[in-house]
């Protein structure tokens, strides 16, 4: 078994922090659900961009349970460990569901890019058949990419002190337990996790570079203000997504800092998945008038 260190070099801060984390995964869980009974009801919602949305929120609601009750548990109990099998299940839930939220924000920024360049022909671009397949694809991606990351790290040696210095079975805290320098293994979870979430970033990004273009087409102000209205939820989401998840996997080892990760892993698994609903929920009027 390993022993997750966690927040243990804050002994006075252990309740106050599952106070926290509590409240703030109650307000996740209510707000996914929430947002997918919503899409789910209201008949005039049921078109490709809130599809996405209530696949994203089922995906980060999964997200979340693979890592918070864990971390809740370890922060009341004296027990801070995790099962070997326990720790390789867990790293290959959160990649997958990681990998494959990145895939379904690919996905949401193709579909605002088919909205606002070809309007006319976005029924027919977007149909239920094609928006099926984008998820399967995502899914299939992201679980792929887990499964390949997953097997290459838990088939390392673990010798001596299993402390890994995280709340929970993340790539680099686990690495450094393993008893060998092997910086092959290493370089291929970089390249797959570049391949993933770079190349997924990428893609939304050119998807915004035709979007912008033709914003600026448009003669008057208020049809730019709507056409970009359309797309703020989207951009602000994944900014924040993007931002932790390179701040994180997109860089050299000579950088990692396992206590400044560890700040960052909480805005991205605890914060981030809540930013969804709150995001959809207050700015986009169709969901809010629902």
Do not use: W
């Amino acid at each position: 078994e390993f022993i997750l260190i966690g927040f243990s070099d804050f002994p006075d801060l252990q309740i106050p922090l599952f106070v926290f984390f509590f409240l703030t995964y109650l307000a996740t869980l209510t707000g996914n659900v929430l947002l997918m009974t919503i899409i789910k009801v209201h008949h005039h919602l049921h078109i490709p961009m809130y599809f996405f949305l209530s696949i994203l929120s089922f995906s980060e609601t999964c997200y979340t349970f693979a890592i918070i009750p864990k971390m809740l548990i370890n922060l009341i109990t004296e027990e801070k460990s995790i099962s070997f099998t326990g720790c390789a299940v867990q790293m290959f839930f959160f990649i997958g569901f990681g990998g494959t939220n990145c895939m379904l924000l690919m996905a949401m920024g193709y579909d605002r890019c088919v909205a606002i360049c070809k309007p006319l022909h976005y029924r027919v671009l977007m149909n239920d058949r094609v928006c099926s397949q984008l998820v399967a694809f995502a899914t299939v991606t992201g679980f792929t990419l887990s499964l390949i990351d997953t097997y290459f790290i838990f088939t390392l040696p673990f010798c001596g002190e299993k402390e890994i210095n995280h709340f929970f079975c993340d790539l680099a805290p686990v690495i450094q337990v393993a008893c060998t320098e092997n910086n092959g293994i290493e370089t291929v979870i970089f390249i797959f996790c570049i391949v993933v979430v770079f190349g997924s970033f990428l893609l939304i990004l050119l998807s915004y570079v035709v979007i912008f273009n033709t914003i600026f087409k448009i003669p008057s102000t208020k049809g730019k203000c709507k056409a970009f209205s359309t797309c703020a939820s989207h951009l602000t989401v994944v900014i924040v997504h993007f931002g932790c998840a390179s701040i994180i996997y997109l860089r050299p080892k000579s950088a990692y800092s396992l206590e400044k990760d560890t700040l960052i892993s909480v805005t991205y698994t605890v914060v981030t998945p809540l930013l969804n609903p709150v995001v959809y929920g207050l700015r986009n009027k169709d969901v809010h008038v629902a």
